[in-house]
Each structure stands twice: as C-alpha cells, then as structure tokens.
C-alpha cells in the first residue's frame, strides 16, 4: 500500500513515524522533545535489523531512565538504558507500539507507539 511513503501520525500529540523508501524518520511533539528531551530521529532503513509490534509497550520498556520522563504505568519519554542497548521511548497505556531494532545507530531500539503499529510493522518488515 506505500508507493513512495508512509506516514502515521496520532491525534493525541504523540510522536509521528514517516517511512520513506530510503528513510525512517521519528518526528517528536515540542513537549516530547522536553520532557524526553530528545530530538527527532532518522535512520536509513538499511539499518532495520528486526521489526515486531508490542501491545503494552508501557510494561516493555526495560532499563534505567535517562534522561527523560516515567509516570509510571501511563507515559514514557526518554532515552532507556541497559548494558549493552540504548533505547529511544516513545510510548503510552492503553497503546500499541512498534519496537524497532537497529545496527549501528545512535539508538539500538526504537520503542514507539502508534495506533496503527501493525501496519507500520508490516511495511518496514517488507522493505528489509
């Protein structure tokens, strides 16, 4: 269904994941960007290593956070962290959320949520 891209926004100010056929790009609210304090993301899809949908993403997020915002059970913004991984989180309650792998980036995993994380899921799956 993508010709050239893919772009799946949330109503509610949640982050915004663009697919073009070269690119992955994470765009962020202004509030994201403080309370996360974080900054948009691209990565060439090139680097995608592994692509799967996560229902509770809130409860899927592992690490210590830092820096960025946890309201425990509700929200996650920021930046996780664990031996060996760096994750950017992106997620809410109640939605679901893709979590991307990547080779050889700032960040090894992408953590995001978006109402329509199946679909997402399915067109960086085909592109690899």
Known sequence: MIDNSLKV???????????????LSVHLTPG??????????????????????VDDAVEATRGLRAPGLALPGIRKIGTWRRPGERMLVCVRRGQPAVRIRLRGQRFDTLLVGTEDAAAVADSLSRAR
């Open 32 to 53: 994201e960007k403080i309370a996360g304090l974080l900054r948009d993301v691209a990565v060439p899809r090139s680097a995608v290593a592994q692509v799967e949908v």
């Open 9 to 23: 926004e949330n109503s509610d100010g949640m982050a915004t994941l663009q697919l073009t056929p070269s690119t």
